[in-house]
Every structure is written in structure tokens, then in C-alpha cells.
């Protein structure tokens, strides 16, 4: 456990204890200001802001002061005028405790964000599970970051307009494309002093899809909506080396629906693939091949090796007929109706296909991962499983 996560639960219990002593008529103030608070964070969203727009901070703070005044005349009106709530000494000290410990656990989330801009601390605020637990309840407030230099110099309609696109960009007119567009993300990670940038699918309850050669040795992780706009941390949740599969959870993209699992996808589906290769949205025609272990290809070249296995021996894939590029690496791959048919992880120019992790894999990734995961360092050797572990880790 990260130091700063012992802290802030030292914060929380040391609350809790003052509002044991304090009891319960003089924690309801305080409890006021939090629920202010809470709901001050939210008032974004009644004035038609993302929660991580430019404008979102500054009316979050107003709303915040201003109804966590209004939450403390509160509480303390209905501690004077409802004498009864003292009951008893345990009860009231109980109470107290309640109140005030969760009062300071909706201070530390709510004042996280703005740390987190902090360079020295910035990791460690990031990486943090008590925080990253908070997130996953409440999306927070958090400054957009990362915008291009001349976005504050376009009008407002400008900036929300549609990227261009390359590839075969008369597809996107098509309601699954832009359905799977809007669930789009791009992958940005720092590792071994340098930058790197894939592409990633929002599968709903905050978690991204992606692969885990472009999240290998990660420093810092972060994901972008479509592309562009505010950068927005993510953690790792789900490394598995073998598959080149790797889970991310967004705390806000917690309310994204995300895009479905196709349950069978038959062998020639016609498909789109759409990625941001070479960091430009980029959407093809695709059709579906068979899933199968039975491949025999030269081992893969990737950008990071640390922890992933680089041959395809009896490793379960699925073929796509159809070329990717690089900054592709886990997009999705979509049918006629939206739903996710593989998503990408390799290019073989010679062949003219693109290799997809089966939907199978994913599914199981998604029913397993739970808590963030470690991910190799930059000198980790490539994986070479055996024939019985690459079996084993598709039949998990």
C-alpha cells in the first residue's frame, strides 16, 4: 500500500475519533458542510459542463462554498431543534464518529483533483487506491489537461466538433461507427523516458480495453475521449502478457455505457476497425476471420517487450483480413450493429491481416479484474510461455 493512501486513511480514522468526542448534535454542522460539498461538485452538470471541462472546477468551487454554508446553517438548525437525537452516550458518540469520518473522506476526494496538478506528488495521488476507490463511486471534478496550445483560441462549437478521420471516412456516417467513435479513446503512456500513444475501447463501468504492449512498463497512463481533450488518469487493472490484454479503470468514465460484446461473431463478418494509427483517428473496412491457435507466423515486432510473449504458438487469436498500423494496437472491432467482434493488437503487413484478441479472452478479463495491477518494468525480458500455460490462461 502507497504511503499516501495510509495517510489519508489515518486522516479519515483521526476524523472519526474527534466526532466520537464531539458526538452527534455538534458533527451535523460538519456533516452539512460536506453534504454541501458533495453536492457543490455536481453543479457542473446542471449548467450543460462535462465534469472535466475547462469550466467545471471553477462553478464546482462556487456551488461547493456556497451550499456547504448553506449544509452547516443546516445541520446546526436541526441539532438545536431536535434535542432527541442524543440518546445515549454510545450512540451519540457512534454517530459522531459516522459523520464526521465519512465528512472527511468527502474532503479528501473532493480536494484531490487540484493536488494531483502538484509535480510532486502527482504520481503517488494517481496511483492511489483509497482515491481511486472514492472515484469509482463519484466521478470527480478534474481539470482539463493537455489541450492543444490553439484550442482556447477557437470558439466553443469549434472545439467540440468532429476530428477529421482517415481511412475509409464515408463509413462514419454509419450509426455503429459513430456509436463505437464516441466510445473511443486514445491510450497515452509515459515509460523508460520516452511517450507512447495507443488506442483503447470503453467497455462500460469506468473500464477501457486495450492492449498490454502499449501499457508495458508504464509510468503514467492516461486516456483521452476520442482523441482529444482533457487527459484523464487511468489505472491499470488487468496485465495478462500472453493475450496482449490489458484493462484500464477511468474514474470518469464510470457513466459511459461502452460498447457491447458481440456473443458469437461468425467467420466473414463484414467489420470496422477504428484506431488512432500513427495518432490519427482512423476508420476501415474489416472482415472477420477464424479464431483459432493453430497460427504459424514469425514472432511479432512490438514497441515494448517487457512481460509480453512475442510468439503466436499456440496462442488463441483472432484473424482479421485487413491492415492496422501502429497507435492502432487495441481498437475495436465492430459488426453491423455496434457490437465488438476482437479488438487489435498486431499488424502483418506480408499477410494483409491484422490479429484481434478474441472476444472470449476479453469477456473473462472483464468478470475478473478487480483491483490495480503492477505492470513490468522496462528491462523485463519478453514472456515465453509454454504450450500447457498458453492453454491454461485461454481457458481461465
Known sequence: MLAIDLLLGLLIVVAALVGARLGLQRALPIAGVAAGVLLGSRAPLLFGEELDSDYAPNIAVVAAVVLGGIGAVVGEAVARRAPWLARGLVVEAGLGAILTGAAAAVVVWAIAPAVSEIGSVRDDIRRSEVLERFNAVLVPVRPARNEPASASDLPRAARRRRPAAAGDTGLRSRREVMRAERNLVKVMVTRCGGGYQGTGWIAGHGIVVTNAHVVSAAQEVTVSRRGRGASLAANVVWFDGIHDLALLRVGALRREPGLPLAAAART??????????????????????????????????????????????????????????????????????????????????????TLGIPNRIVRSALRRANHRVEVPPCNAPPLRPTREESIAARNA
Request: charged fraction near 15%.
Open 268 to 353: 466473414s463478418t463484414p467489420a470496422v476497425a477504428l484506431g488512432f494509427p500513427s495518432g490519427k483517428l482512423t476508420i476501415r473496412r474489416a472482415r472477420l476471420g477464424p479464431t483459432t491457435s493453430g497460427v504459424r507466423l514469425p514472432p511479432i515486432e512490438l514497441d515494448s517487450r517487457a512481460g509480453i510473449s512475442l510468439t503466436l504458438r499456440h496462442r488463441l487469436v483472432t484473424l482479421i483480413r485487413g491492415l492496422n498500423g501502429p497507435g492502432g494496437s487495441g481498437g475495436p472491432v465492430i459488426d453491423r450493429h455496434g457490437n465488438v467482434v476482437a479488438t487489435v493488437f498486431a499488424g502483418i503487413p506480408q499477410s494483409g491481416l
